[in-house]
C-alpha cells in the first residue's frame, strides 16, 4: 500500500502566502511525476502544476508566477508555495503520486485533499 499524507491547508487572506506538503510512504519504489491538483465547489478538478522526477514543472496558467512545485526525492515529499492567493484559489487541493511499487505495479495515489480558504 502507498499513502499521501498531505498537510499545510488553511484560512489566509488575499495576497498571503501558504505551504502545501505531501509525503508519500510505503510500498514505493520510485515515483514519477508528482503533482498538485485542485477542486472548487462546483467545478471539476484541475491540475494545479506537476513535477518529473528530474525536476521539470509546469502550472496552469492561472497560478504561474504565484505558485511554486518542488520536491525531495530522498523524502518522496512535494511541494507547493502558493503565493500572492486570491479568493479564487479557494478550494480543496489534492496531492498525486505515479508510483511504481517494488512489484513494478505502476499506479496513480491520491492524497485526501487539504482546503485552502482565501478570503478577500
Known amino acids: 500500500q502507498v499513502q499521501l499524507v498531505e498537510s499545510g491547508g488553511g484560512l489566509v487572506q488575499a495576497g498571503g502566502s501558504l505551504r502545501l506538503s505531501c509525503a508519500a510512504s510505503?510500498?514505493?519504489?520510485?515515483?514519477?511525476?508528482m503533482g498538485w491538483y485542485r477542486q472548487a465547489p462546483g467545478k471539476q478538478r484541475e491540475l494545479v502544476a506537476a513535477?518529473?522526477?528530474?525536476?521539470?514543472?509546469n502550472y496552469v496558467d492561472s497560478v504561474k508566477g504565484r505558485f511554486f512545485i518542488s520536491r525531495d526525492n530522498a523524502k518522496n515529499t512535494v511541494y507547493l508555495q502558493m503565493n500572492s492567493l486570491k479568493p479564487e484559489d479557494t478550494a480543496v487541493y489534492y496531492c498525486?503520486?505515479?508510483?511504481?511499487?517494488?512489484?513494478?505495479?505502476?499506479?496513480?495515489?491520491w492524497g485526501q485533499g487539504t482546503q485552502v480558504t482565501v478570503s478577500s
Open positions: 498525486n503520486a505515479d508510483v511504481v511499487r517494488p512489484d513494478l505495479f505502476r499506479y496513480d495515489y
Open positions: 510505503g510500498s514505493i519504489l520510485s515515483i514519477y511525476a
Open positions: 513535477i518529473t522526477a528530474g525536476g521539470s514543472t
